[in-house]
T-cell receptor, first 112, second 113 residues
Framework: NAGVTQTPKFRILKIGQSMTLQCTQD?????MYWYRQDPGMGLKLIYY???????DKGEVPNGYNVSRSTTEDFPLRLELAAPSQTSVYFC???????????FGSGTQLSVL | AQSVTQPDIHITVSEGASLELRCNYS??????LFWYVQSPGQGLQLLLK??????LVQGIKGFEAEFKRSQSSFNLRKPSVHWSDAAEYFC???????????FGKGTTLSVSS
């Protein structure tokens, strides 16, 4: 079983470039999430979605956009990359409210 | 606003010794609380969760946690630590809408021989 799959695993961007982090899950989960993890800061919620066509902001949404056109996919878009967006990004999914989160293996992004 | 606090950034425990990792939460109503573990270079794995009922919950890998409303705490414990338990541990609580988790900053556990 694939679970939650994130691509790419590593990426280096120049300031001002844009990119999309891909996330897909094959568990038919309704809920999907994007978190960023910075050293000593834990995980911060960027955006989440409770179903196809529905997205909502988390704790740190500025500089990011998401879409949820299908149940399986939840891409995260960085439009104008900034050094402050250097982080490890995790996508996660859950079957429903307050359920166990299944995490992808992460994307390490550096903006230089 | 909801918050989850892990007071200890780094803890070192001898192999075979007992472990307690602290977690405090700030919530108005009965919280939904979780402990996750992250091994180096990996995503997070659920250890256990508390929703209601028995305040002592059992998880995987021999971990347990106790919910204490009077202390606003949900501390993680293990009676005998193994070297493979060295990892980063995160306490988390559901947001008010129950739609996402708010994580603490994490506690790094080192195990000495």
């Amino acid at each position: 079983n694939a679970g939650v799959t994130q691509t790419p695993k590593f990426r280096i961007l120049k300031i001002g470039q844009s990119m999309t982090l891909q996330c897909t899950q094959d568990m038919n989960h309704n809920y999907m999430y994007w978190y960023r993890q910075d050293p000593g800061m834990g995980l911060k919620l960027i955006y989440y979605s409770v179903g196809a066509g529905i997205t909502d902001k988390g704790e740190v949404p500025n500089g990011y956009n998401v879409s949820r056109s299908t149940t399986e996919d939840f891409p995260l878009r960085l439009e104008l990359a900034a050094p402050s967006q250097t982080s490890v990004y995790f996508c996660a999914s859950s079957l429903g409210q307050n359920e166990k989160l299944f995490f992808g293996s992460g994307t390490q992004l550096s903006v230089l | 606003a909801q918050s989850v606090t892990q007071p200890d950034i780094h803890i070192t425990v001898s192999e075979g010794a007992s472990l307690e990792l602290r977690c405090n939460y700030s919530y108005g109503a009965t919280p939904y609380l979780f402990w996750y573990v992250q091994s180096p270079g990996q995503g997070l794995q659920l250890l256990l969760k508390y929703f209601s009922g028995d305040t002592l919950v059992q998880g995987i890998k021999g971990f347990e946690a106790e919910f204490k409303r009077s202390q606003s705490s949900f501390n993680l414990r293990k009676p005998s630590v193994h070297w493979s338990d060295a990892a980063e541990y995160f306490c988390a609580g559901a947001n008010q809408a129950g739609t996402a988790l708010i994580f603490g900053k994490g506690t790094t556990l080192s195990v000495s021989s």
